[in-house]
C-alpha cells in the first residue's frame, strides 16, 4: 500500500463503508416496515378466514426480497474494501451514492408494500377479486427498490481506485 495522496486519503475507505451499511440498514428497514404493516393486515385477515391466510402472505415475501436488494449491494461494495489496497476518494463516494440510491429505494418501496399490503389484504378479506389488483400494486411497490439497485449496480461499475 503507497502513502496516501490527495486522490487517495485514508479516510476514504470511510465512504464506502457508509455506503455499505446505508444500504443494508435502510433498505432492512423498509422490509421491516413492510413485512410489520402488512403483517398486522394478515393476522386481522386470519381471525376472520384462517383459508385466506396463504394468499395473503405475498406482501411479507415481497417486503422481504427488499432487503435483499440492499445485502447485494452491501456485499458488492464491500468486496471493493480490502485494507491491503488502495481505495480512492472517487470510489468512495461512487459506494456511498450506491448504497444511498438502493437504500432509501427500498425504504421507500418497503413502505409502500407496507401500506398496500395491510389496506389489500383487508380489502381481499371481503372481495376475493381484489387479489390480481393486490398482487399488481405489489409488483409496483416492489420495482421502487429494484430501480435502486439497478441504479447501485450502475453506479459500482464506475468504482474505480487509481492512487498515483
Known amino acids: 500500500m503507497s502513502a496516501t495522496s490527495e486522490a487517495c486519503p485514508a479516510f476514504a475507505p470511510f465512504f464506502g463503508l457508509a455506503g455499505a451499511a446505508s444500504a443494508m440498514i435502510l433498505s432492512a428497514v423498509g422490509a421491516a416496515y413492510g413485512t410489520a404493516k402488512s403483517g398486522i393486515g394478515i ?51 461512487v459506494h456511498l451514492a450506491a448504497g444511498l440510491s438502493t437504500g432509501f429505494a427500498g425504504l421507500s418501496g418497503g413502505y409502500a408494500i407496507g401500506v398496500v399490503g395491510d389496506a389489500c389484504v383487508r380489502g381481499y378479506l371481503y372481495q376475493p377479486k381484489m387479489f390480481v389488483g393486490m398482487v399488481l400494486i405489489l409488483i409496483f411497490a416492489e420495482v421502487l427498490g429494484l430501480y435502486g439497485l439497478i441504479v447501485s449496480l450502475i453506479l459500482n461499475t464506475k468504482a474505480t481506485s487509481v492512487c498515483p
Do not use: C, E, Q, W
Open 43 to 93: 393476522s386481522g385477515v386470519g381471525t376472520f378466514r384462517p383459508d385466506l391466510m396463504m394468499k395473503s402472505l405475498i406482501p411479507v415475501v415481497m417486503a422481504g426480497i427488499i432487503a435483499v436488494y440492499g445485502l447485494v449491494v452491501s456485499v458488492l461494495v464491500s468486496n471493493d474494501l480490502t485494507p491491503d489496497k488502495d481505495y480512492s476518494l472517487f470510489a468512495g463516494f
